[in-house]
């Protein structure tokens, strides 16, 4: 399935690269990037703002959605521009505990 953000891009070249990994006691971060065109920089700030969009077909609830998922698990979420397109990054604390010895039952 192809990123919306892709679509302009040479079928060679489309890529999302996710990434992720533990930041210590710090929260685990996320990134997820792609080759499509970047955003103006004045409209990264709104990117998650409800009914804000880029799309000329789009909602503007995708990204707003996200953005409350994470902020519900205690995290953050925020966009940049690359010089190989866009990366949405979130962090996400990590659980206290995830061995199967340590819960409940």
Known sequence: MLNDSTT???AERREIPVRAR???AEPAMIKVEDRGP??????????????FTTRRAGLGI???????I?????GRIWAENTDRGA?????LPLAASTHADD???
């Open 70 to 74: 994470v902020d519900a698990c205690g």
């Open 38 to 51: 970047r955003t103006a920089w004045n409209m990264l700030p709104s990117l998650f703002e409800p009914f």
């Open 62 to 68: 995708g990204l707003a959605i996200c953005r409350h």
């Open 22 to 24: 533990p930041l210590g």
């Open 8 to 10: 302009e891009v040479r």
């Open 87 to 91: 990366r949405f990054s979130f962090a």
């Open 103 to 105: 819960r409940d039952g």
